[in-house]
């Protein structure tokens, strides 16, 4: 079997599960070189890697480079990725600094895998909150046709890294201890609290995570007639981003063949007995791979209408999993 | 000034804000009574409070009986309330299980103050979530007419009563410490969680909160034709309910006349200086009486398409002070 060489740049939240994932679905890595800002071995589970200091000249020979991205600032990919291209590397960003260039496919392999052919060098990987989204609504965009997607998040601390869990962690234990808190990694208190903030404030007030949820959908689904409009919210969970979507479709289908038409769907796994307790919760997303979907209901006076509750784990699914079906699909 | 003979009946989380607010709006109370299920002394504040074991016989020249109501189960309205009315009292009840009777009216002293007139001796308090989205949304129904409200709800655990609230901080420390957790007063760990289940699930797979949502703003606002819906969401805060309300109207203003039209309402505090990091929070809407709305914006797709970001204590105005206005209306 053929072996490729890999370097995953960054190590944090999103870095980190890429090394994990390579090595659980048995990536056929070759050379494994890892980046980051600085030189340092790291752990991942039981397996230590050295991390070496990124610069222009580290790409040589390698295949695939995976940039973990960087949440609210701009990614390495924006400083080296022309250098990994010049050396022979495909790039695969998790950022979202190229996301909405013309050149640069953004691809969700259970959705369009087929817009990676068209790749010049960078493919990018949506945002957390939209993948599982377009995950979720694909089948029935194919069948129904999508007009509208109103949708609100639910989205945890380790959307924005590593530091915006422990800052979770750090306060609720410390509100729980009668102390005050002061936001770090986060723009509000975490702990306790929700707040509709996620990256920074745009065109028509609203924040960069409802512009991507808007945008890159119409990419994806190569459609920008779909209304598409969002409020993301940060809750206080650790890993596992909620949405509750609405959707008006083109056609109708009833709630039970919805359920079966998406439990036979890719990458989903539907999760809808609520009288039994059963729809799902991002407690039980955290380390899954599947987007979990329930909920699933007719909005008794508007017709073609439908809600659906979307879990997954934002760094799998939503970040490093995605990612790595990116270059799944590139070595086929 | 004329004083009034005041009952309350329950003293959990929101029979004890009844206390204190009778207290802090200086109501004009004669005799005090309060009644639950055993007698016993109580502390609100740094005030004690007999509290007697209710009966049938209680309401002897009681002006106002105030219930607190319960979660999730019938009221002791349903058992005492017509032996109040027939001892002289007018009811005045923060159960569920009066609201959608014909001869009850279900009032918001900002939204439908006149309904109370109507009154055959029981006038209910609405939901928690009903409250303070109609609040927010009367001034818009009145200006430029609702055709939809598509509403998803982040409500506190004090929503379900005191046992949720103590759960939350003893879950969210046991997970802190390592230790696995099991539900108990909610239907699922509420510690870094959150879930779509809130009441009893029904007809079309909503749960009893959602169906609230729809029927009572229905009652409220004296419109069926609202298309309402609503997926209504349990998150680890302690106190106050945040709402993402994505409503569509049939006229059409700017954010900024939105924005002044809110402000100047009653019941409404405006904060939406969202770049200044200004946005209603649960955590600083705990204790406080105002409806709070922000995060006004315009669905740059949809005509007359409007997203608000709606919060308030679920304890105050969402019960306790909403039914103490309506008992102020009442003496007027």
Chains 1, 2 share one sequence.
């Not at 230590?48 to 995976?66: C, E, P, T």
């Not at 194919?142 to 109103?150: D, P, V, Y």
């Not at 639910?154 to 750090?170: C, D």
């Not at 039980?284 to 979307?310: C, H, M, S, T």
Request: with cysteine.
């Amino acid at each position: 079997m053929k072996k490729f060489n890999v370097a995953v740049v960054g190590v944090g939240a999103v870095g980190v599960e890429m090394l994990r994932i390579l090595k659980e679905r048995k990536f056929p890595v070759g050379k494994l070189k890892v980046f980051a800002r600085s030189e340092r071995d790291i752990y991942v589970d039981k397996d230590s890697y050295h991390v070496l200091k990124v610069d222009h000249h580290g790409f040589k020979n390698i295949d695939i480079a995976l940039f973990a991205g960087t949440e609210g600032e701009k990614g390495a990919a924006v400083t080296y990725a022309s250098s990994a291209i010049k050396q022979g590397a495909v790039v695969i960003d998790n950022g979202a600094d190229f996301r909405m260039e013309k050149d640069v496919p953004l691809v969700v392999p259970e959705v369009n895998p087929k817009d990676i052919k068209k790749h010049k060098g960078i493919i990018s990987n949506p945002n957390c909150s939209t993948i599982q989204m377009v995950v979720a609504l694909a089948p029935i965009q194919k069948r129904l046709g999508l007009k509208r997607i109103i949708v609100c998040s639910y989205q945890a601390a380790s959307g924005a890294g590593r530091s915006a869990v422990k800052e979770l962690m750090a306060q609720s234990k410390a509100v729980l201890d009668g102390k005050t808190v002061k936001p770090d990694a986060l723009p509000q208190q975490i702990a306790f609290n929700v707040f509709p903030h996620i990256g920074g404030f745009q065109k028509e007030s609203y924040t960069s995570e409802e512009w991507k949820t808007v945008k890159e959908t119409h990419k994806i689904f190569h459609d920008d007639k779909i209304k598409v409009t969002a409020t993301c919210v940060r809750v206080p969970v650790a890993t596992g981003h909620s949405e509750a979507v609405y959707i008006e479709t083109k056609k109708a289908m009833s709630v039970s063949k919805l359920q079966n038409l998406l439990s036979k769907s890719a990458g989903i796994e539907v999760v809808d007995d609520p009288k039994n307790g059963k729809y799902p919760l991002p407690i039980n997303a955290e380390g899954k791979d599947a987007v979990y979907v329930g909920r699933i209901r007719k909005d008794p006076f508007v017709k073609n209408a439908y809600w659906l509750w979307v879990v997954s784990d934002n760094l799998r699914k939503g970040a490093a999993l995605n990612a790595i079906q990116i270059a799944e699909l590139l070595i086929k």
